[in-house]
């Protein structure tokens, strides 16, 4: 199985929930993941985690593998994306760049989304369980991963 992790699960599960020095086996079992092709993220991602949060960057660019650069096709399928879900890109909020992206990714790739966002019944913002349930495209936040992996520590 693949996982095409959102920038919201890295930052948070790093911040806030499994910070690498209190679950360093942790991050060692994400590198593990990403040497094997197991987690992905695209490109943007990363852009979106060097612009955020500098505590993550020495660790983003150690695993730079795991981004994968645009391809057409996961540029047509997150173009169908946005024509269908005009809400899910704040243009304000440069934070959200990357969202139709991760999941047209994990479109193209059979992938499962993790992010940490959570579906919603705003008329304002979609998110990306909405978008990835409109796409019948499974989608679990960071701690459903770990279980689904069987990770122990």
Request: hydrophobic share 40%; charged share 25%; aromatic share 10%.
């Amino acid at each position: 199985m693949i996982y095409c992790i959102d920038t919201s699960s890295l930052i948070t599960g790093w911040n806030h929930q499994y910070p690498p020095k209190v679950f360093p086996k942790l991050w060692k079992c994400f590198e593990e993941l990403i040497e094997i092709g197991g987690l992905i993220a695209p490109e943007e991602v990363y852009h979106e985690l060097k612009k955020q949060d500098d505590s993550i960057k020495s660790w983003v660019d150690r695993n730079e593998k795991m981004f994968q650069p645009f391809d057409d096709g996961v540029q047509n399928i997150a173009r169908n994306i946005l024509a269908t879900h005009t809400t899910l890109i704040d243009v304000n909020r440069p934070t959200s760049q990357a969202d139709p992206f991760v999941i047209a990714l994990a479109i193209k790739q059979k992938a499962i989304v993790v992010t940490q966002e959570k579906w919603t019944n705003s008329q304002k913002r979609t998110k990306i369980p909405n978008v990835c349930e409109a796409y019948d495209v499974e989608c679990i936040d960071l701690l459903d991963m770990i279980m689904k992996l069987n990770w122990r520590f």
